[in-house]
């Protein structure tokens, strides 16, 4: 029997694997990850503020993917597209028939010198019970120390995922100040931004918001910022110094360390791939697999730039490499992705938020406050279900 291997039980990995059980394939669907879980990245930064427990962002995938399915739990180390062969640290190589990697993101701080070991990523669900069970010890650490640098958490990023934890955090601060019995008016949040401000090209008055939404609850935005190194307990922009013992690294992601040693055509370590979601060095070479979801790198047709890495866009992809895998196997041609977007919506804290909603004609519509929370809770539900 013929194999389709899935890497990655993200969005985009649990979407295919979904699409192919319902089309029923005469094939294994083999399903291979790292962990024992799924975990929503999208709702991370809840579970690392301390707000959210991880058992409500995660699930079994035993326990909750189609029985049918062989389900694989190892760390992929490289892909040998020649033999069509994946390499798992313990049970070695595995055979495949086709493809689909969706090994998703990889923290950026390898990029920067000092970062990794210093600071708290936020890629991983073990990233983010890091980062709560970090700053719950810092706040503990106060007591003795009385060291100002302990209620100081710096914020490396200023893109949705930094906002979203910034937000997340100036909510849960009064109750943790009141948990580890620190003053609350003595902590501070300070954001590193690279840009002259966050979310630097998002729609300019949903951003103004944003601003004035953190400003006046504390936010200290370093505009300009770039944090060129790291050391414990302080980052430095050129040769300017800040102390803080809280250091969140949230300045965006580079594809899966898978990539650089598997062969592909590459940006950050994202493999740039083609209309049909196929890997660009598939000219008779590697057909049979395609890239999707944080790992891939879509250009935009309209403008040749890399579609920012989304959940929806996973999602969508996935619905084309599935239907291209079984394309194939029917002796048939691959579609073309079209990606559709619906605009982006950015929660802030457990009430608030933004959208700036795009209908099929482009046309958009600017959403502001809480009413935006019952958008996130349908986003989130929609990603639910696309998954189990
Ligand atoms: C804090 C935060 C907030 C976000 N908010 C939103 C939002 O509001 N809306 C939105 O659309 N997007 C949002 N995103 C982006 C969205 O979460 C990602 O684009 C999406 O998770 C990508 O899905 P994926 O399946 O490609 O990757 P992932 O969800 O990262 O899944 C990859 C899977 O592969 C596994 N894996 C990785 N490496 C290996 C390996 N070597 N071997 C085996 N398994 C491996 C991982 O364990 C994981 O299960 C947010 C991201 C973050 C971090």
């Not at 029923?24 to 301390?50: C, F, K």
């Not at 370093?222 to 803080?244: C, D, I, K, L």
């Not at 795009?358 to 349908?378: F, P, W």
Request: proline share 6%.
């Amino acid at each position: 029997m013929r194999r389709i291997m899935v890497l990655g039980a993200g969005y985009a990995g649990l979407h295919a694997v979904k699409q192919l059980v319902a089309q029923n394939p005469n094939a294994e669907i083999m399903l291979v990850n790292r962990d024992p879980y799924h975990y929503d990245t999208a709702r991370l930064h809840e579970v690392a503020v301390g707000r959210t427990d991880p058992s409500e962002i995660s699930f079994n995938l035993r326990e909750t993917v189609n029985p049918g399915v062989t389900v694989v739990i190892d760390e992929v180390t490289r892909i040998d597209h020649d033999i069509r062969a994946v390499e798992l640290r313990r049970n070695g190589l595995v055979f495949y028939d086709y493809l689909i990697n969706a090994l998703g993101g990889a923290s950026s701080t390898p990029d920067v010198p000092g970062a990794t070991g210093n600071v708290l990523p936020l890629i991983t669900l073990n990233d983010a019970m890091s980062a709560r069970s970090h700053i719950e010890r810092v706040l503990t650490d106060y007591h003795l120390s009385q060291n100002p640098y302990d209620l100081r958490i710096a914020v490396c990023g200023d893109g949705f995922s930094a906002v979203a934890f910034m937000a997340a955090l100036l909510y849960q601060l009064p109750g943790l100040a009141k948990q580890f019995g620190v003053p609350a008016e003595r902590m501070e949040v300070h954001c590193f931004a690279s840009n002259p401000k966050p979310l630097y090209r998002f729609d300019p008055k949903l951003t103004e918001w944003i601003m004035e939404y953190l400003g006046s609850r504390g936010v200290v935005f370093h505009a300009n910022s770039r944090v060129t190194h790291v050391e414990p307990g302080a980052v430095f922009v050129g040769n300017q110094t800040f102390h803080a013992n809280t250091i969140v690294w949230a300045t965006g992601i580079r594809g899966s360390q898978v990539v650089p040693v598997s062969g592909y055509a590459q940006k950050f370590s994202r493999v740039i791939v083609r209309d049909d979601l196929s890997v660009v060095e598939a000219d008779g070479g590697w057909p049979r697999e395609f890239v999707i979801g944080d790992v891939s790198a879509v250009p935009n047709p309209q403008n040749g730039r890399v579609y920012p890495a989304s959940a929806q866009l996973a999602i969508q992809q996935a619905d084309c490499a599935a239907a291209n895998v079984l394309s194939l196997m029917q002796g048939g041609r691959t579609f073309r992705f079209v990606f559709r977007p619906y605009g982006t919506i950015l929660p802030l804290g457990p009430h608030s938020g933004v959208a700036q909603l795009e209908d099929s004609r482009g046309n958009y519509t600017r959403l502001k406050g809480a009413k935006v929370r019952l958008l996130i809770n349908r986003m989130n539900k929609y990603f639910r279900d696309s998954i189990v």
